[in-house]
């Protein structure tokens, strides 16, 4: 009689660590179906899952957009400073005196090719004269 007893709480206990199948959210293959009504049934869950999954990227797409958009704006806000910190060094740097020479000073006269008179040399074998045409 004990034995019988240890014997049932044993195939209870064995009983309890199986575990039925679950039914884990996902696409299901509905045309494997008999009844219209499980079809039905199955093609909601389906609906479910897919309008579930599209809301939940969404939020996650849209969070990502957000942390971008702040990205880009303190990325603006650091550009103008730094245009702003340029601008400041470039007003308080002096011109140099050398620069101040230059444009009051007229440049010099260059030579051009005209001025130069080209050397002419005989041309041999048919070969093209030296600043000649």
Do not use: Y
């Not at 245009?83 to 101040?100: E, H, I, M, N, Y």
């Amino acid at each position: 009689m004990i034995g019988r007893f240890i014997l049932g709480i044993g195939a209870v206990a064995l009983g309890a660590s199986v575990t039925h199948a679950q039914d884990v959210p996902g696409i299901e293959i509905c045309t494997v179906e008999k009844t219209m009504e499980r079809r039905t049934s199955c093609l909601q869950s389906n609906v479910e899952f897919l309008q579930k999954t599209i809301v939940k990227l969404t939020l996650d797409h849209q969070q990502k957009l957000d942390a971008a958009n702040r990205q880009i704006e303190a990325l603006k806000v650091n550009l103008t400073a730094l245009q702003k910190t340029v601008s400041d060094l470039q007003a308080a740097q002096p011109k140099p005196a050398g620069d101040a020479k230059k444009t009051d000073t007229p440049p010099a006269k260059e030579t051009t090719a005209k001025e130069i008179p080209a050397k002419e040399t005989p041309a041999k074998d048919g070969a093209v004269k030296e600043g000649g045409k």
